[in-house]
């Protein structure tokens, strides 16, 4: 009876020790599917970017296309336990030594990383969105078709000419997976933002509105690229010729007006185009901003330099400064030291 009695328990026991053994190792196996690192390359970081249309079957591929994972078996499982299955959209930086676990969380939540987003030299929409395309996902054809569209510059205050100045250029936290109408209106809060009542006081002061400082900021910013500490003076001389009614002959506005941005040198021939923005034809300021004006030009603008000149010329020796003048002769003198400069360059057009 005793010898039964023993043999009942060792056959209990060893029982007890498979199924022991057995629960450990399925639990040792859940947890390395959930828990263990899987992520393993090189470098200790990668950026990983998840499209905003992107179903499951194109995470994983791309999870493994790019290396991140290395047994989609195991990720899989996970994601079925934790029921997973739609991705949000954005840029996520992809630690080295992410488990699966850490992996789904991450894609779930769409807690990505910000884009430091810049842009400025900008003269058309159609670069302005070139830029963003090559930094958010943003669709460049639709941000070109929503900029160029007077229904939606209306929405937000502006004519079809104007919109074009609410971009101001500097440099912003995005979201990769920002819209086209996301980063307009991200744009609209931006321009709200700089137009605080001060800077308002000091446009009324001039007699313009908010447009009008941008679209003469953006000449400023044309005729002054280089030689930044030089544009209030720029901007004070525009305020002169305006002021007195007279035109303000611009060169610039006349590359904007031919659409030809390799012109170097502006010519009579140049002069006769039929334009609102031939500013050598028109007196006062062009219906909308020839480029996106700079921080800069808007402040040298509203804190233009005061003075009476209402000419300037480059100077001949090419220092990206100019030479200002009162009187017509004075700038007649400065214009042919200069253009003399040009014709021993061989600068013709």
Same mark, same amino acid.
């Given at each position: ?67 991140? #994972?290395? +047994?989609?078996?195991? &990720?899989? @499982? ?5 029921? $997973?299955? !739609?991705?949000? /959209?954005?840029? *996520? ?74 971009? #101001?250029? +500097?440099?912003?936290? &995005?979201? @990769? ?5 996301? $980063?307009? !209106?991200?744009? /609209?809060?931006? *321009? ?158």
């Amino acid at each position: 009876m005793r010898k039964k009695y023993k043999k009942n328990v060792r056959h209990y026991l060893l029982l007890f020790l498979i199924l022991l053994s057995t629960t450990a190792y399925i639990s040792y196996s859940y947890y390395v599917k959930i828990f263990h690192a899987v992520v393993d390359f090189v470098e200790e970081e990668r950026t990983f970017y998840v499209h905003s249309n992107w179903s499951f079957e194109d995470l994983k591929e791309a999870l493994l296309t790019d290396g991140i #994972i290395q +047994n989609l078996e195991s &990720f899989l @499982w996970v994601a079925d336990k934790k029921q $997973f299955s !739609s991705p949000k /959209a954005g840029k *996520y930086s992809i630690k080295k030594g992410m488990s699966n676990n850490e992996l789904v969380n991450l894609f779930r939540s769409g807690k990505q990383e910000t884009v430091a987003l810049t842009f400025n030299t900008i003269r058309t929409p159609q670069e302005l969105a070139g830029k963003i395309g090559n930094q958010l996902e943003s669709d460049s054809l639709e941000l070109i078709r929503l900029i160029q569209s007077p229904n939606y510059a209306k929405k937000f205050g502006f004519n079809s000419n104007t919109f074009f100045s609410m971009f #101001i250029p +500097n440099t912003y936290d &995005f979201y @990769w997976s920002t819209s086209a109408e996301e $980063f307009i !209106s991200r744009m /609209a809060s931006e *321009y709200k933002k700089y137009w605080n009542e001060e800077r308002k006081e000091k446009a009324r002061n001039l007699g313009l509105s908010q447009s009008e400082v941008a679209i003469l900021a953006s000449i400023v910013q044309a005729e002054q690229m280089i030689r930044i500490d030089e544009r209030p003076r720029v901007a004070g001389l525009y305020i002169n010729r305006l002021k007195r009614g007279m035109r303000l002959q611009s060169d610039p506005t006349l590359v904007f007006a031919h659409g030809d941005f390799g012109i170097n040198r502006v010519l009579n021939k140049h002069k006769s185009i039929e334009s609102p923005y031939n500013t050598y034809k028109y007196t006062g300021l062009p219906p909308g901003p020839i480029n996106l004006p700079e921080l800069s030009s808007l402040e040298a603008v509203l804190n233009y330099e005061h003075h009476e000149y209402i000419y300037m010329c480059a100077k001949a020796d090419f220092s990206s400064y100019h030479n200002f003048s009162k009187s017509l002769r004075q700038h007649n003198i400065y214009a042919r030291q200069y253009q003399n400069e040009l014709n021993s360059r061989r600068i013709m057009q």
